[in-house]
């Protein structure tokens, strides 16, 4: 099969999801996980319709995105991998969604390139349902202060939340937490599930699922580690 099968594919697996839960049809947003792909592997993606992408870092998509968003202005980009505070300038000028906000730091830095740039870029929380301290993302514990930080002291308008359940856990527990967190703090997006759990995703209330090797294919992982897969 190729990429644009396996995205014709994917789509059927999303309307479905929704179907089997009540949900309205396009209740969901694909995000196409592009990271590591080259930009002659995401034309036939972007070809076939697909217009919402995500990236991990920051150089990677300022390698490969301006071209293709200035061939295809109607793209909306997304970071999943983590933000530095030194690419915060970068991060703001080139994507459409931000899904990492984790600290004050990057809250601060953010806060202060939207103003000079003028672009105001969705804000997400990456929330760490699974307390890895490997991984980023804010304690469960602490998101309703934090985000309330992001607003008060930083005046950021944060959009919704984003997890990345443990790889060796039942991710529906993971989901259910988020969503609750969501509910809690009424805001509306949820960034959650990927390749092989984002019908699982689609049940617990995901409004944007991350899916890339279903889509894209097998990854080289000799590359530099990525924290966010998808």
């Known amino acids: 099969m190729s ?17 089997a839960t009540g949900r309205p049809e396009g209740a969901v947003t694909l995000v196409a996980v592009s990271k590591t792909f080259p930009a002659e592997e995401i034309a036939p993606v972007i070809a076939a319709g697909q217009r919402v992408f995500g990236e991990n870092r920051v150089q990677e998509a300022k390698a490969k995105w301006p071209g293709l968003k200035a061939a295809t202005p109607e793209i909306e980009l997304h970071l999943i991998g983590p ?31 939207m103003r000079r740039q003028g672009r105001t870029p969705k804000l997400l929380v990456q929330v760490n349902t699974g307390l890895e301290p490997q991984k980023a993302g804010i304690d469960p514990r602490e998101t309703a202060a934090f985000v309330e930080r992001c607003r008060s002291q930083h005046g950021l308008t944060i959009a919704g939340l984003m997890c990345i359940p443990p790889a060796e856990d039942a991710p529906g527990p993971h989901f259910a937490l988020l969503a609750k967190l969501g509910r809690e703090l009424a805001l509306p997006l949820l960034s959650m599930g990927m390749s092989s759990d984002f019908e699982t995703a689609i049940g617990l209330g995901a409004t944007h699922v991350r899916v890339g090797s279903a889509i894209f294919g097998h990854r080289d992982y000799g590359a530099p580690a990525e924290t966010s897969a998808a």
């Open 3 to 19: 990429a644009a099968d396996r995205l014709t594919e994917i789509r059927h697996r999303i309307r479905r999801a929704e179907r």
């Open 83 to 113: 933000l530095q505070s030194n690419k915060a300038r970068e991060a703001v000028e080139l994507f459409d969604v931000i899904h990492t906000v984790d600290r004050d730091r990057i809250a601060e830095a953010l806060a202060a390139e």
